[in-house]
């Protein structure tokens, strides 16, 4: 057995006026459980998003997206190459955009009582219902009217595309779908029927000529596995956003760089909870990848990072 090269552990030192680039550098040093993780996966991000020849993603999934992060993963946007995310996001990136307003709650409610006063809870963040299915509802309306009011309609679009006329359509540059279409950034969104968007399409599809191509997107994430040599990701969460950057990526040998961040177990054999090392074995990741799981709550972790890349 050959013998271990152990790195030494370093007394975080604080001081008056530190940045978070310089915090987050001194975590990488300083051991201290998720900690290490933290500082190990941002310099994996810094170097997947310097390498120029490495095709970058970024995944994450709706319930961030209800929460302030959502400002934060709009100005992150334009340093990927593309963004797959859930039908939530554009549920809630809309009904924010179009003015809806998002309330502090608490985890331990009381349910029934915020159903009658109609309340949805997601976490410990409140959403009146006005404030996001109606507000939903009249955004999308208006903006598949004006596209299918173009003279550009097409009469079928993949998610990616109808997501860029979308963006396109939004006044709020704070939206991640606006901030997307103004860098060129596709966003790939393989379970687009599953939320208040999907529903509205359903409805929508049935007084017009529309038809949503799912597979043209699916051709689109094969292409990028193979025309990219490299490949790296930064994963928020779980779920199918997760399992599609690593799901296409296994036909180019897997990623290159990965880095997970998640709250899940391992031990009840999902998707969401595998630690990137399980990917390895399907050869969705290389065995020789720079990559790092990350366990903690997206909301504290993320927001650190990208301070620590210094990049918005």
């Not at 030494?8 to 550098?25: F, P, Q, W």
């Not at 003279?151 to 540059?173: A, C, N, Q, T």
């Not at 928020?236 to 990965?258: C, E, R, T």
Request: net charge negative.
């Amino acid at each position: 057995m050959a013998k271990m090269h152990l790195k030494t552990i370093k007394d975080l030192r604080l001081k008056k006026g530190m940045s978070v680039k310089e915090l987050v550098a001194s975590m990488n040093e300083m051991g201290g459980f998720s900690a290490q993780h933290l500082g190990q996966g941002t310099g994996i991000v810094r170097e997947m998003l310097d390498d120029k020849e490495c095709f970058n993603f970024l995944s994450f999934p709706a319930d961030i997206v209800a929460t302030g992060l959502r400002g934060a993963l709009a100005q992150a946007v334009k340093h990927f190459d593309a963004i797959i995310t859930t039908c939530g996001t554009l549920d809630h990136d809309l009904a924010r955009a179009y003015g809806g307003k998002y309330s502090f709650g608490s985890f331990y409610a009381d349910d029934a009582a915020l159903h009658r006063q109609k309340v949805y809870r997601l976490g410990n963040v409140f959403i009146e219902q006005k404030e996001y299915g109606l507000a939903v509802e009249e955004y999308f309306n208006e903006i598949m009217d004006d596209i299918h009011g173009s003279k550009d309609y097409k009469k079928e679009y993949s998610p990616s595309e109808l997501i860029y006329e979308f963006g396109k359509r939004m006044k709020d540059d704070g939206s991640i779908i606006r901030q997307a279409y103004l860098h060129n950034v596709p966003i790939f969104n393989p379970g687009i029927v599953d939320g208040a968007f999907g529903t509205q399409l359903a409805i929508w599809s049935q007084t017009h000529d529309f038809k949503l191509n799912v597979i043209k997107d699916e051709l689109k994430l094969s292409d990028i596995s193979f025309e990219h040599k490299k490949t790296g990701a930064l994963m928020v969460g779980g779920g199918i956003s997760k399992h599609h950057v690593i799901w296409w990526n296994q036909f180019k040998g897997g990623l290159d760089y990965a880095v997970y961040i998640t709250t899940a177990t391992q031990f009840d054999g999902s998707l969401s909870g595998a630690r990137l090392t399980e990917a390895v074995s399907w050869g969705k990741i290389r065995e020789n990848a720079k990559y790092v799981t990350i366990d903690g709550d997206a909301t504290i972790i993320l927001p650190v990072m990208l301070a620590g890349l210094d990049i918005v």
